[in-house]
């Protein structure tokens, strides 16, 4: 008997077709004593036609007084799913029920279409399962303490599953998609990439962090917190995905890099002209924090020694662009900065791998790529496993399979 929770993405929902296709392979792979928990994304682009319905209403439904309503309107997309899926499982003669994020005790924080999880009392879970139902859950969200719903962003409903894996203490938590796996880089984009059959939640982290699409950076983390292996694997196909769990058992271990990621979504923003003093990177930041924005790549460059005068180079979320703006107008006018310039036409790609820690060279393998590519760099930032490159998002595609070719040639 085995406790197995299986997240089904919106691609895999998008139909009622499909919602009927999903319930027939669980049941066809259900061994008799085994309790299913389903994670359910909203169908297809269910979430993206909902938003446009705000922006028919304001074209910035994202606004800090609106984003309790958008949690409220974003999570009907998950209850058409979860509804329409225990309905399947019922037509071929299995019980079921569909229950919310509020419904599985999901505790999240209040920061709305931004939530984070605090803890889960699935008590109401553990009952239905013991009844002999498959539980099917809305992914994508919980409630804080006032019971309002929150949504927890995009990819959401994979830190549903992990988390709620980890809280009825599930033996495996299955991650189906429209991809077979974890690539060394975007299949779509690069044709030779290979699919791994194991990586480290440290590195997978690393790579969704970074723009690989496949996983929430919260639902790895979530996954190492609990210990428990998450399997992607396809929708569409038998075969056998990727695992990621704590360490390699099966892989050659003798590798500089384990994929190339990269992400289209960003901006960047320069406050130019500002004092080279204490407390200015701490005044623009802190604003930002406030905002509930995250900034990634941060470069300080000194215009002037002369006049001690600095420009503060920063990227973030393109979905945050609008009100980090606003923010930064705000504060580049309390410290005096020349001006703010925003640029749009970027992407951010990166190579990550725990091989590279005590290997010379790979940074400077990863430059001369993108130079026989003549490709420029903007900003460049590093971790402890990982290389990122700023660089324009007309150039990303060559870029990405130029890096892929020099590590993954043979």
């Given at each position: 008997m085995a406790l197995i929770v299986k997240k089904f993405g919106g691609s895999s929902v998008a139909t009622t077709e499909k919602i009927l296709a999903v319930a027939e392979r669980i049941l066809n792979e259900k061994k008799p004593d085994d309790k299913i928990v389903v994670v359910v994304s909203a169908m297809g682009d269910s979430t993206d036609n909902l938003i446009n319905l705000a922006e028919g209403i304001d074209r910035e439904p994202y606004k800090a007084n609106y984003l309790r309503e958008m949690d409220m309107l974003l999570t009907t997309g998950e209850q058409v799913s979860i509804a329409l899926l225990a309905m399947a499982f019922k037509k071929f003669g299995q019980p079921a029920i569909s229950l919310t994020g509020s419904m599985i005790g999901m505790r999240t924080n209040s920061v709305h279409t931004k939530g984070r999880i605090l803890g889960i009392k699935p008590q109401r879970v553990h009952e239905e399962l013991n009844k002999g139902q498959i539980v099917v859950v809305a992914g994508f969200q919980g409630a804080d303490k006032f019971g309002d719903p929150v949504t927890l962003g995009r990819g959401g409903s994979d830190t549903s599953a992990v988390a709620l894996a980890g809280a009825l203490h599930a033996d495996e938590c299955e991650i189906f998609t429209d991809v077979d796996g974890v690539y060394s880089a975007d299949p779509r984009i690069v044709k030779n990439a290979r699919k791994m059959k194991e990586i480290t939640y440290f590195e997978m982290l690393e790579m969704a962090r970074l723009g690989a699409g496949v996983m929430q950076p919260r639902s790895v983390e979530m996954g190492q917190y609990f210990n428990i292996p998450i399997h992607v694997r396809s929708t569409f196909t038998n075969d056998?995905?990727?695992?990621?769990?704590?360490?390699?058992?099966?892989?050659?271990k003798d590798f500089e890099i384990r994929g190339v990621a990269h992400d289209q979504k960003v901006?960047?923003?320069?406050?130019?002209?500002?004092s080279n003093t204490p407390g200015i990177a701490h005044t623009i930041f802190s604003a930002l924090a406030k905002a509930n924005i995250d900034v990634d790549m941060i470069v300080q460059s000194i215009r002037n020694i002369d006049k001690n005068i600095t420009d503060m180079v920063f990227t973030i979320a393109l979905e945050d662009l609008a009100e980090a703006k606003k923010v930064v107008d705000?504060?580049?006018?309390?410290?005096?900065?020349?001006?703010?310039?925003?640029?749009?036409?970027?992407?951010?790609?990166?190579?990550?791998?725990?091989g590279m820690l005590g290997s010379p060279g790979i940074a400077a393998r990863m430059f001369g790529a993108l130079a026989r590519a003549d490709i420029n760099i903007d900003i460049i930032s590093t971790s402890e496993i990982s290389v990122s490159c700023l660089i324009k998002a007309s150039q990303l595609t060559e870029a990405v399979n130029s890096i892929h070719d020099e590590f993954f040639s043979d």
């Open positions: 056998t995905g990727t695992i990621i769990r704590e360490d390699y058992t099966v892989e050659d901006a960047k923003i320069a406050v130019l002209g500002v705000r504060v580049a006018e309390r410290v005096n900065a020349s001006s703010v310039l925003v640029e749009e036409d970027v992407a951010k790609v990166s190579i990550v791998g725990a």
